[in-house]
């Protein structure tokens, strides 16, 4: 996949941890993404929010976009719509998205870059495949991670940072095995370029058959891994951790992870993870549909304020209705 990657022998080495002074995270649960259509009618494996798994404090929603293969004319996405309260990071691995918002920020998503928006206190975007590839069809894989903001920042003007796909940090594995591009955070004291208000780690890493990575992970974080493609095993007591599913990691500070000497396809030399985790925010969480405030007050408000075309920088030639798709997804409640 194009997603960014490099030659691990000629990267910077996360450090090798010594085996029996560390102490671990156990993995405390496994969560197998369920699917659901977003937007206008794309497939999504979303492994949280859902029954097993609320929320991931500070995170609000994880969804695996693909991979799919698009026949021409068949690629979608989700249209104008409204958020509030929180900070949306898009990852696209194979095929792209074009990204409008009501701030005026904008661009091409492709190729391993990533998009993160701050919504604060109200934007409007538009995330849909560019023309061409819709016509074109082809490959289409990426992610959309939703990071929950503090109170005292739901408020704050709309941002926009554009990564570009050589911004990201690539580090590797101690013994070259495992290729980590850092997309936001830190680890083991290489920084990536995402910036947050909460402080998180997100990565996307590529193990090469039976190949093993130790992460040093801040114990206030919690920690999770996610696995795009491919098959493998979270936890020093291994756990099987394939395509689709998520681990949930418990307190320690170290995860330990290993991709599967055999891959069940055939095609399929590589275990493909994204590696998360976050400072818990611990505040009251009242979400509905693209809004994710402290109360429900807030959220009846949000609802007010976009269909009076709030905020100010919305005008009404350019105000596009409220989806009912997005403002009546119960399934983010
Ligand atoms: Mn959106």
Excluded: C
Aim: net charge negative; proline share 9%.
């Amino acid at each position: 996949m194009p997603a960014v990657t490099a030659d691990t022998l000629t990267l910077p080495r996360i450090r090798k941890l010594n085996d029996s002074d560390v102490r671990w995270r156990p993995v405390t649960g496994i969560v197998t993404a369920h699917r659901q259509l977003e937007g206008e009618g794309f497939e999504v494996r979303r492994p949280f929010p859902n029954a097993q798994l609320a929320m991931a404090d500070p995170f609000l929603l994880l969804d695996h976009l693909g991979a799919v293969e698009y026949a021409p004319g068949e690629a979608k996405g989700a249209p104008w719509h409204p958020h509030r309260g929180f900070e949306t990071v898009t990852y696209m691995i194979d095929g792209a998205f074009e990204h409008e918002d009501s701030t005026g920020h904008g661009g091409l998503i492709t190729d391993g870059a990533t998009q993160w928006m701050t919504a604060g206190a109200g934007i409007l975007h538009s995330e849909l495949p560019p023309q061409d590839f819709v016509a074109r069809g082809g490959l289409f894989h990426g992610t959309q991670l939703w990071v929950n903001l503090p109170a005292a920042a739901k408020w704050n003007p709309p941002t926009y940072q554009g990564i570009g796909p050589d911004d990201v940090t690539l580090v590797s594995s101690d013994d070259g095995g495992a290729l980590v591009r850092i997309i936001a955070g830190e680890l083991d004291g290489q920084k990536g370029p995402g910036s947050t208000y909460t402080p998180i780690t997100y990565l996307h890493a590529t193990l090469s058959r039976g190949s093993r990575l130790t992460l040093p992970w801040p114990e206030a974080f919690n920690a999770m891994v996610y696995v795009l493609s491919g098959e493998g095993y979270a936890g020093h007591d291994p756990v099987p951790l394939n395509e689709g599913q998520l681990a949930v990691f418990g307190p320690g500070e170290a995860i330990d992870i290993r991709a599967r000497d055999v891959q069940a396809a055939p095609q399929q030399d590589k275990w493909d993870i994204l590696v998360l985790g976050g400072l818990p925010i611990g505040e009251p969480v009242a979400r509905y549909g693209p809004f994710v405030m402290n109360t429900r007050e807030e959220i009846v408000q949000a609802f007010e304020d976009f269909r009076s075309g709030k905020p100010a920088t919305i005008t009404p030639r350019d105000r596009p209705h409220l989806s009912t798709a997005d403002s009546a997804a119960p399934t983010r409640d």
